[in-house]
């Protein structure tokens, strides 16, 4: 039996090809912006703690204003509007006898035998379940937080600390995944020191402690918990479910694949109070299926196998959010992807065929036989049943429960692949946090995703026309730490519109929008494509839906501007610069557009002639980064240089320079004349450097590169009413030249291709 053969007895369960993407390369984002950028001018703000590491848990509180935070030794609470200010501490460092435990098992007593905060559940009214590693020795707690309208305050009850265990992970490096439904932890952890007895655990509240059943691969096998969530399925909470998501070894992979990573989600009836003569404090309603996210290819699907993160999207219907996963890949090939899942899909998967095993040389098939009543993984309720408790249960039915706990199909994303992935691009997604936004034209999901860099990529998922899925276009790239460090957790406020990312280092907060960041042009701000901007005739600034349409112009969906800002009157004129060289020196010609997806397109009207040509990039024209260097300049080289940015089949004017080359002995005249800095030698060693200070003097701008902020700033066209440039070519006969770039497909549409 051949490998592929072997791993299709699942459907689905392919080898991680990277087949189909062979060829892809990473899109870059249309802005990017640095840390100082952000800081400076788009209102980033930073916690951190002295001598404190490993931020991790997250918890928004819309109600009392708060951000509360989890790290080594540490409870924050913050507040939500910005967190650099009013921040209240809370020391939690683990008791020295459990540190020296911890020592003495062979850990690290100064990276290990700490308590990390892993978890944060709002309580009730007044308090906060906080659990951490206590040094290998799990440990929640009641924080109190004050009532809402109080002062806030934050203290430790000392009286009420509860046994962690089954709660927080041993391991910092752990993560742990719970919610807390009512009084009730529901939470999926190793519950060991070894980290070896991974378990579904339900504790605190009044309902029994239930657990998975202990050292049976069919159950789990490995698992890496990811997030957890409760659901309800009907208008009776007899019905709710708990889904948690995680990703372990795939038990139905045929032994030569080796160890094979696949997505689950996994259910449990919230009611669920274990079986009576079987199954005895443990789940009976437990079912998983796998959750496949891959990009279909001739050769073999690309399959990203490592659930990272999950985001529920609510939705008007409370039973049927939408979920937003984000998935990494466990192969040598470095991608990561977006899938979105209804529930639907994933209730389907859980009514439909069971995956079943003979014997031990058998092989993994769709159960044929009959399925006892109550179907395994329905809740005892009226809804479906006669059935009040999981104790009245019949006996086949748990223990056909017991041996069937993986579903044969798995669940597919809408659409049958990602809504966006990046392949070889230097990171990978981490997690998470989406908010639906109403714009001009319909609503648009805004994606937030944390990379292992540190960076948060805003990407928006558009309706494609021809199918029921969407594709995502990279809007932002935000580095938002100081230095490079993984997004550990990341949380949303769509009421504030901020956005709070979490990091080893430090706690970010950032708006959801910067819209002065897309330009000062009306073009420029309807090319963004942010559903959170529009242009208002005088500069981009936050859409608000409720406002008057008249004069807000946006066009999320096609980002056309010759429709949105053909009439606009107050376009700024471009002024026309001048640069000087030298015959047989050399000329930097600057421009660097904003946007990282625009191309540059350079034309030239030749001083004494009217038509504008292309400038040839042959030897003595070289296209860099940061603009066009031209080399052994002639005299006919004088002229007009245009430079426009080509996006999206529009093109945008960015700079109007007038080159006037000189003979060697002009240029000395003119220096000493201007009193500059003596004349460099003339000739062909002379560099394009020593003439940015031959640069019309007054001229606007000042000379050289300088910061790439000045740089950007110089490439605005400049609000000035002389000097009218030529007219923009922006008409539909523009439109069509450009068709034929790849601008459905995410191609390379790096700035630096010419
Ligand atoms: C946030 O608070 C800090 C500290 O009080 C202050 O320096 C900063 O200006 C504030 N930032 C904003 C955007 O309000
Ligand atoms: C909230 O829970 C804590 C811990 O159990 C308890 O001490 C406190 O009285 C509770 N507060 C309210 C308002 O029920």
Redesign the pocket.
Known sequence: MGRAEAAAMIPGLTLLWAAGLGHATPSPPRLRLSFQELQAWHGLRTFRLERTCCYEALLVDEERGRLFVGAENHVASLSLDNISKQAKKLSWPAPVEWREECNWAGKDIGTECMNFVKLLHP?????VLACGTGAFHPICA?V?VGHRLEEPILLL?PR?LEDGKGKSPYDPRHRAASVLVGEELYSGVAADLMGRDFTIFRSLGQRPSLRTEPHDSRWLNEPKFVKVFWIPESDNPDDDKIYFFFHELAVEAAPVLGRLTVSRVGQICRNDMGGQRSLVNKWTTFLKARLVCSVPGMEGDTHFDQLQDVFLLSSRDPRNPLLYTVFSTSSIFQGSAVCVYSMNDVRRAFLGPFAHKEGPTHQWVAYQGRVPYPRPGMCPSKTFGTFSSTKDFPDDVIQFARNHPLMYNPVLPIGGRPVFMQVSAGYTFTQIAVDRVAAADGHYDVLFIGTDVGTVLKVISLPKSSQPSSEGLLLEELHVFEHSAAVTSMQISSKRHQLYIASRSSVAQISLHRCAAHGRACAECCLARDPYCAWDGVKCTRFQPSAKRRFRRQDIRNGDPSMLCSRDSSRPALLERKVFGVEGGSAFLECEPRSLQARVEWTFQRTGEAAYTQVPTEERAERAARGLLLRGLRRQDSGVYLCAAIEHGFSQPLRRLALHVLSATQAERLARAEEVAPPAPSGPKLWYRDFLQLVEPGGGGGGGGGGAASSLRMCQPQHAPRAPGPEPRRKGRNRRTHASEPRAERGPRSAGHW
């Open positions: 309580y009730n009214h007044t308090h009641f109190q009850e009420r």
